[in-house]
């Protein structure tokens, strides 16, 4: 573990995923971030470590109780605790449903070093000062304003997780021009990748 004060800000490291588990609590030590790993939710949970001070980061599907199960739990206790999900392509929709549980932001695998401290940092920083996840809504409602009907009807498919083809179908539109609208949509919400835009959709709609 990072050598830091008792009283500085603590990541717990929730994977079943050993490997997965022991990369992010190296990469967090490495960084000078004071880190705790759980093979699981129960065993977080049975050893319910304070949350003053501190950020979660779990896996979104584990054995036992579930990331979502968990951040639904976690804020009966401390609603101020920031929660990180991480999620497989295919478990975006349960993401999405942990934030609206209360989590506070999720990343898709595989994602490199920086972008899950700068998920980390930007947390615990959220914790510190509330406002700022009013400020990036009001900009996620500014950048919404800019996509057409056509856009946004994109966007929402998705949001709700279906494939272009799918999107194409409901929309009598062909996939090329899903791709495009999809582009245009991309590029107006300032987002680098889908996840992103999932996250600033789901944010927008919290608030």
Known sequence: MANSGANDPIVYVIDDDESARHSLEFLLDVAGIRVRS????????QSSPPLTGACVVTDVRMPGVSGVELAEKLKQRDRAVP???ITGHADVPLAIQAMKAGAADFLEKPFDDEAILSA???ALVQKEGGDQLQNERNEVHERIALLSARECEVVDGLVAGKANKVIAFDLDISPRTVEVYRANAMMKMQAKTLSDLVRMITIAQLS
């Open 38 to 45: 759980f093979v699981s939710a129960d065993a977080f949970l």
């Open 83 to 85: 929660i990180i999900v």
């Open 120 to 122: 980390i940092r930007k």
